[in-house]
T-cell receptor, first 113, second 115 residues
C-alpha cells in the first residue's frame, strides 16, 4: 500500500514569500502530524490533527505558521512571510486510530533565500 | 515534558558485527512509549521498533532489538549482523502512551557500516 506522500519534495522561495506544503497520509489513518527538522537535529513537533481538527498545535513557532486538514485526509502546512530561519525539512507522519506508531513521509526540503 | 539524550554522535561498525546505540530518556509520565527510527540519506524516517513502558519483555523486530532498562531510563537499540544498508542516522524518540501524542526525538546517532 502507499505510504505517506509529501509535495513538493523541494521548495526554494525568497524571504517574505508565502509557501504551502502538502501531506497525503496513509489511507485510513485518522491522525496526522507535522514535524520540522533542522540540519543536524532530530525532528521537532509542530502540530497534530485528529480528523479535521487540530488537537495539539503547541509546536507551531509563531503565527506565521498555520495548518489545515479540511476533509480529514490531506493536510496543508502554510507559512506566511517566510524567513531564512524557516529553512528546514518539514516532515509529515500519520498513524492509525488508537495506535501510537507514526509513519513518516519523505519530507519537503524548504530553502528560504 | 520529555527529553531524549543520544550521546553518540557517530559510530563505525564492521559489516556483520553487532552495534549498540545508546538512548536515555527523562519523563515524568507513568506510561510512555519508546521508538527508534532510521533516517537514510534520502531523508525519510523509517520506523524500526517500539517498546511500551509497561512491556516486561524487550521488543525485537528482525535484526533490531531494544534493550529496555526502566530503572536506568535507557532504551538502547541493538542491531545485529550489520549490513552496508544499515548506514544511516538513527533517532530515539518517546511519547506519552496514548494515540495522538507527539514524539520527542533525540539528536540522533550516525552509523557507518564498513565493508
Amino acid at each position: 500500500g502507499a505510504g505517506v506522500s509529501q509535495t513538493p519534495s523541494n521548495k526554494v522561495t525568497e524571504k517574505g514569500k508565502y509557501v504551502e506544503l502538502r501531506c497525503d497520509p496513509i489511507s485510513g489513518h485518522t491522525a496526522l502530524y507535522w514535524y520540522r527538522q533542522s540540519l543536524g537535529q532530530g525532528p521537532e513537533f509542530l502540530i497534530y490533527f485528529q480528523g479535521t481538527g487540530a488537537a495539539d498545535d503547541s509546536g507551531l513557532p509563531n503565527d506565521r505558521f498555520f495548518a489545515v486538514r479540511p476533509e480529514g485526509s490531506v493536510s496543508t502546512l502554510k507559512i506566511q512571510r517566510t524567513e531564512r530561519g524557516d529553512s528546514a525539512v518539514y516532515l509529515c507522519a500519520s498513524s492509525q486510530d488508537g495506535q501510537e506508531t507514526q509513519y513518516f513521509g519523505p519530507g519537503t526540503r524548504l530553502l528560504v533565500l | 515534558a520529555q527529553k531524549i539524550t543520544q550521546t553518540q554522535p557517530g559510530m563505525f561498525v564492521q559489516e556483520k558485527e553487532a552495534v549498540t546505540l545508546d538512548c536515555t530518556y527523562d519523563t515524568s509520565d507513568q506510561s510512555y512509549g519508546l521508538f527508534w527510527y532510521k533516517q537514510p540519506s534520502s531523508g525519510e524516517m523509517i520506523f524500526l521498533i517500539y517498546q511500551g513502558s509497561y512491556d516486561e519483555q524487550n521488543a525485537t523486530e528482525g535484526r533490531y532489538s531494544l534493550n529496555f532498562q526502566k530503572a536506568r531510563k535507557s532504551a538502547n537499540l541493538v542491531i545485529s549482523a550489520s549490513q552496508l544498508g544499515d548506514s544511516a542516522m538513527y533517532f530515539c524518540a518517546a511519547s506519552r502512551s496514548a494515540a495522538g501524542n507527539k514524539l520527542t526525538f533525540g539528536g540522533g546517532t550516525r552509523v557507518l557500516v564498513k565493508p
